[in-house]
């Protein structure tokens, strides 16, 4: 049980790149004393640096890559991404965060007739080119190659210019007290920009996004329109969605 909590706690980490105690305690369902042990533990490794309140990512080089999050539950990440382009219409303009679930939306899209997509990561990019149907609009901007989206204040102003339909959100946890949240702060001006002014926010997220709360909150969760998910989340965030007339999308109750 303790070798499965400190490798929890070890992507955790490197997903997030810092964390405070109380967020980890929550996370793990454990004590201080016990979290401070396995902290302890991480800290001899070398992997993590104390700080006051909690501890930090010790060498942000060793940041798990875009390409091995990518691969971690893909499966999940595509029954996901399949179920939200149901929810995508012929003549849609769309936006797809930069996200190891939403990227995988694109093999899907194939059929859908004249589909604006506008995106600030290379993958959905990449991705797209095979499919004539689809109308990339990229926001440009310097390539932040661990979440391989592009980042740029700058970016803010080019999305003015377009009116979105609906907006495929990515995340890297989910909390009914913090929130849609994201361990990347050079992202945040372009996914807050996106959550508020399009009307119709799709957020996706595998379970294991739930109960986390990452570096930045980019929007409150009652706000969104449609959760999808991989499998049934706990009553909570089912009474919570409910109570926000928020429409709950799985593969086993499928849009």
Same mark, same amino acid.
């Given at each position: ?13 490197? #997903? ?8 980890? &305690? ?41 390409? *091995? ?40 899209? *194939?059929? @859908? ?35 391989? *989206? ?45 959550? #508020?002014? &399009?009307?119709?926010? @799709? ?24 959760? @999808? ?16 007339? @928020? ?9």
């Amino acid at each position: 049980m303790k070798a499965s909590r400190i490798k929890e706690l070890e992507t955790y980490i490197i #997903e997030n790149e810092r964390a405070t105690i109380e967020e980890l &305690c929550n996370l793990l369902k454990v004590s201080k004393n016990t979290m401070r042990r396995d902290i302890n533990e991480l800290e001899k490794q070398g992997m993590i640096k104390k700080v006051y309140g909690g501890i930090i990512l010790n060498d942000k080089k060793t940041t798990e890559p875009f390409e *091995s999050r990518e691969v971690r539950n893909k499966e999940a990440k595509q029954a996901i991404a399949h179920i939200a382009s149901t929810l995508v219409d012929d003549g849609d303009i769309i936006y797809i965060d930069s996200g190891t679930t939403t990227l995988h939306m694109i093999p899907y899209l *194939s059929q @859908i007739k004249n589909l604006t997509i506008i995106t600030n990561n290379l993958n959905v990019i990449m991705d797209s080119i095979p499919f004539s149907n689809l109308n990339i609009i990229s926001t440009g901007g310097t390539l932040f190659r661990r979440t391989n *989206s592009f980042v740029e204040i700058e970016a803010v102003s080019l999305l003015k210019k377009y009116n979105i339909s609906k907006a495929f959100m990515a995340t890297t946890g989910v909390s009914i007290s913090k929130g849609v949240t994201n361990s990347s702060s050079y992202e945040y001006d372009i996914k807050k920009y996106i959550v #508020e002014k &399009c009307d119709n926010i @799709i957020l996706l997220a595998d379970n294991t996004k739930l109960g986390r709360a990452s570096l930045t909150t980019y929007y409150n969760l009652k706000d969104i329109q449609t959760f @999808i998910t991989n499998v049934q989340p706990a009553d909570e965030y089912v009474d919570f969605f409910k109570e926000h007339n @928020i429409a709950l999308l799985t593969p086993q109750a499928p849009a």
